[in-house]
């Protein structure tokens, strides 16, 4: 499918339109709705940090090796930082050595797969089940049991460190 120089400033403008006037976007350019949280992208700008709505509604990524949440070794839970829900534990993390957090599974039920086919390749994109935000990418290069390398966005996940019972 190719594109003209109209239809492609065609369609910026539209996008550009709907962000000034507030209309519903796509939780990512991936990812197909209707999601749990479904707010206008002024709620999310409100809502997120410039970086975790780069992120998280436009499918951004962060610069290797950069987050905090890539040397976190306490038990805990991972959550969207878009709508707090419960995506990754601290027990399917491991050190994938390319510089984001990486897991081997999500919480069961807590992500959606969409095809991605950005940057000249195709990727399978991983996002939030319940607001649709772009968390990473999946590949199929990680460790048993599942095989699977969830690189995943630090800046799209909140880490809350759960103690050991005693």
Known sequence: MSFDRRQILTGAGALTLAGMFGARVAANPHAAGPFEVDLDTAQWRERLTPQEFRILR??????????????????????????????????????????????????????????????????????????????????????????????INGAALDFKHVPKPA
């Open 58 to 151: 436009e499918a951004g990524t962060e610069r290797a090796f950069t987050s905090p949440l890539n040397e976190e070794k306490r038990r805990g839970v991972y959550r969207c930082a878009g709508c707090s829900n419960r995506v990754y534990t601290s027990a399917t993390k491991f050190e994938s050595g390319t510089g984001w957090p990486s897991f081997y599974e999500a919480v069961e039920g807590s992500v959606g797969y969409a095809e991605d086919k950005s940057l000249f390749m195709t990727r399978t994109e991983v996002h939030c089940g319940r607001c649709g935000g772009h968390l990473g990418h999946v590949f199929d290069d990680g460790p048993e049991p599942t095989g699977k390398r969830h690189c």
